[in-house]
């Protein structure tokens, strides 16, 4: 069984950065696809930034030029590097990796992390 273990949520002001981190217990190369996705209170799960086994990245519009997902291939570890934070990005911030295919995914998750923005 995959495990996901996020750290380094926390209470910031508008303006602030935060750094993000997700370990795996398997290798990160057995999967497709890891991330981050966010969900704030009364609203859907939503996509943040992804990250392919071949490196490639993808961003949410909200976060682009604010948001650098990366990785350590060495430590199973991800990262979302969180920079200009608003207000409106606070919400419980989520790992998720993927194995199988994008038609036919399994997906796995971790604990979450909150992340609060005040103004």
């Known amino acids: 069984q995959v495990q996901l273990v996020e750290s380094g949520g926390g209470l910031v002001q508008a303006g602030e950065s935060l750094r993000l981190s997700c370990t795996s217990s398997?290798?990160?190369?057995?999967?497709?696809?890891m991330g981050w996705f966010r969900q704030a209170p009364g609203k859907q799960r939503e996509l943040v930034a992804t990250?392919?086994?071949?490196?490639?990245?993808g961003y949410a519009s909200s976060v682009q030029g604010r948001f650098a997902i990366s990785r350590d291939t060495a430590k199973n570890t991800i990262y979302v590097q969180m920079n200009s934070l608003k207000p409106e990005d606070t919400a419980v911030y989520y790992c998720?990796?993927?194995?199988?295919?994008?038609?036919?995914?399994?997906?796995?998750w971790g604990q979450g992390t909150q992340v609060t923005v005040s103004s």
């Open positions: 398997g290798n990160i190369f057995s999967f497709w696809t």
């Open positions: 998720n990796a993927a194995r199988g295919t994008p038609a036919r995914r399994t997906d796995y």
């Open positions: 990250i392919t086994s071949g490196g490639s990245t």
